[in-house]
């Protein structure tokens, strides 16, 4: 077996084309379109790089980018001040901090400081719970990208039996939750987590989501599984010269791909539809707030 490939540039490029049309109907119905503010503290170069990304994209889609680049001083006093301001700008529609935070700056403060109505990351405590107990809320864009992509391969995933593993608040029990909505039978498999290999063998949907380069392996995949392999690992790359690196999953994808009936590589499968997924929460933050007509995303 031979598994197909989840391409999630494709289906990424296809929502953020939905939610381009999306926001040219509010500009013509409202005279305007969603704002989004991205927050970036620091120098961190990956997040100066995926903030720019994402400035990039929301222009191109057509909705409103506004970024703040604090330096990496920044005190939490000052960001939590800014995150105030972001709350009661009604031009605002999507507040995004980027993470990780310098070491003064309490992430969990900030994170809760952001108006729910606004948190178009999905990470504050009310959306957390609003996911959790399926009362609906803005969703983290990471494990909303991987149902999107679950959802190209098979619109109905009712009884399937699904591993996540991987514990995180940011993928790992938000996916969880998500796939639980959906139905399936989860399991969370993490550190302390007995004989992984086993649990992850009878796993008709694998998600990995760890931070580990290549820990899923070949033996661990039930035949015919849909793999979902959310990490990105930089390891050297010997191949290619002194010092060079390549990107790779939390999936042997090479080997996992003779047995598996789906996956996602790396690049080119989760990763895409983060920021996909974020811009259409902001569209989505949007309409509720205001009570404008919202799109089908």
Avoid at 132 to 139: D, E, K, P, Y
Avoid at 251 to 273: K, L, Y
């Amino acid at each position: 077996m031979t598994a197909t490939i989840i391409d999630g540039s494709a289906v990424a490029e296809a929502l953020r084309n939905r939610v381009g049309e999306a926001a040219a109907r509010l500009q013509a119905a409202y005279g305007k379109s969603p704002g989004l503010a991205v927050v970036l503290v620091g120098e961190d170069p990956a997040s100066r790089v995926y903030v720019r990304s994402k400035v990039k994209m929301t222009t191109a889609a057509g909705l409103r980018s506004i970024e703040h680049v604090l330096p990496a001083d920044t005190s939490e006093a000052a960001l939590l001040a800014l995150v105030a301001a972001l709350n009661a700008d009604p031009e605002i529609d999507g507040i995004l901090v980027q993470l990780p935070l310098p070491a003064q700056i309490d992430a969990d403060e900030v994170i809760a400081a952001i108006d729910p109505a606004k948190d178009v990351d999905g990470f504050h405590p009310v959306n957390a719970g609003k996911l959790a107990t399926g009362t609906g809320g803005l969703v983290p864009c990471t494990p909303l990208g991987c149902l999107k992509l679950l959802k190209t391969v098979r619109e109905d995933l009712a009884g399937l039996d699904a591993v996540v593993v991987g514990r995180s608040n940011i993928v790992g029990k938000p996916m969880a939750a998500l796939l639980l909505a959906e139905s399936c039978t989860v399991t969370i498999a993490h550190s302390r987590t007995k004989d992984v290999e086993a649990l992850c063998r009878r796993a008709d949907i694998l998600v990995a989501a760890v931070g580990r380069p290549e820990m899923v392996r070949k033996d661990w995949i039930k035949p015919g599984a849909i793999v979902i392999d959310v990490g990105i690992n930089r390891v050297d790359d010997p191949d290619k010269g002194p010092g060079k690196t390549r990107l790779v999953g939390d999936v042997a994808f090479a080997e996992v791909s003779e047995v598996a009936g789906f996956i996602t590589p790396v690049p080119g499968g989760v990763g895409p539809m983060t920021i996909a997924c974020l811009l259409a929460n902001t569209v989505t933050a949007a309409c509720a707030r205001r009570g404008w007509a919202a799109p089908a995303l």
